[in-house]
């Protein structure tokens, strides 16, 4: 199916694209990222300067997973993403906030995986921009896990194959899932630093409701 682009402006910049990757492609992506789960690599990794219960999920963070970063597929995917003239162009019209793609220097990426019962409570990313790419084994057998940009009473519906990339700022959640097995998410976090930072301390920082 072809990629859809959907564009959010009104309240704050948001962009959708539906289906993303081509079939193929998402299949192996979900084939690595099936290889993490039967080594039981996912854990549960509470985020930075929240209280206990705020987030109910396993992660797998793919940056230190991987000497070198083409010889996953998925790391080589969310590349993909980042070098793709026609999308970073439907960002920077839809929101100059987006002209900070471009300036951005360091980035980190991880994989979620939510079951039943699992939840993200609302928070914010420690980046400046975030993206979200959704997968899951078909047929679907989950409900629930849907996204909400918690300030502006947004909700996005996760859907297979969908990437949402928005300002790592904006408070979002992650619904109940109520039933069914994985829901997956490739997670990428774009970050601006300084020189001299000490980049170890920023992979998968996430900050909680109250403080940011
Ligand atoms: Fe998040």
């Known amino acids: ?63 230190k997973l991987y000497a070198i970063r083409q010889a996953s597929y998925t790391l080589t995917k969310l590349d993909e993403i980042f070098h793709d003239k026609k999308l970073v162009k439907k960002l920077e019209d839809m929101h100059w906030f987006y002209d900070s793609w471009g300036l951005t220097n360091y980035d980190s990426s991880f994989v979620t995986k939510f079951v039943e019962d699992d939840y993200y409570h609302e928070h914010r990313d420690c980046s400046v921009i975030s993206w979200m790419y959704w997968l899951w084994e078909e047929p679907k057998s989950f409900t629930g896990g849907d996204v909400r940009l918690t300030d502006y009473n947004i909700d996005v519906p996760v859907k297979r194959n969908q990437l949402m990339i928005f300002p790592s700022s904006i408070r979002h959640s992650v619904n109940k899932i109520e039933n069914g097995k994985g829901r997956y998410c490739v997670v990428r976090f774009l970050h601006i630093l300084p020189a001299n930072s000490k980049v170890e301390s920023l992979e998968g920082a996430t900050i909680g409701k109250g403080n940011g």
């Open 1 to 63: 199916m072809k990629r859809k682009y959907i564009t959010h402006t009104k309240q704050i910049p948001y962009l959708i694209v539906e289906n993303y990757f081509k079939d193929e492609e998402v299949d192996n992506m979900l084939s690595e990222i099936k290889l993490f789960d039967e080594n039981e690599l996912f854990c549960f990794q509470p985020g930075l300067k929240m209280e206990e219960g705020h987030k109910h999920n396993t992660q797998l963070g793919l940056d």
